[in-house]
């Protein structure tokens, strides 16, 4: 059996690489590809998050609980989820 780092298929892949969850397009996109569009969680505190193509595998699951918490507290909030969610699917169609 190879020691070498294996991609799998979907989101996670043996070896280290790893995604990060990009809320603006709902969805995870690997470290290696993401762009220059920014993260105010408090992991990323507004840096570029391309930097966490650098960080440690804990550091970018952080990042990913805490947006996907923001994104589940907003529905959560949201008065009309359905609604809410078509909307935030069709911004994000828009910027994918």
Do not use: I, Q
């Amino acid at each position: 059996m190879s020691s070498e780092p294996h991609a799998a298929s979907g989101g996670w892949r043996r070896g280290g690489a790893r995604s990060a969850f990009v809320p603006e397009r709902l969805e995870f996109v690997p470290v290696e590809r993401l762009g220059a569009g920014t993260c105010g969680c408090s992991t990323c505190h507004g840096r570029p998050l391309r930097e966490l193509a650098r960080a440690e595998e804990l550091e970018v699951n952080t990042h990913n609980a805490k947006v996907l918490h923001r994104l589940h507290h907003r529905l959560l909030r949201a008065t009309h989820r359905e609604r809410w969610w078509r909307e935030l699917a069709a911004a994000a169609a828009l910027t994918a």
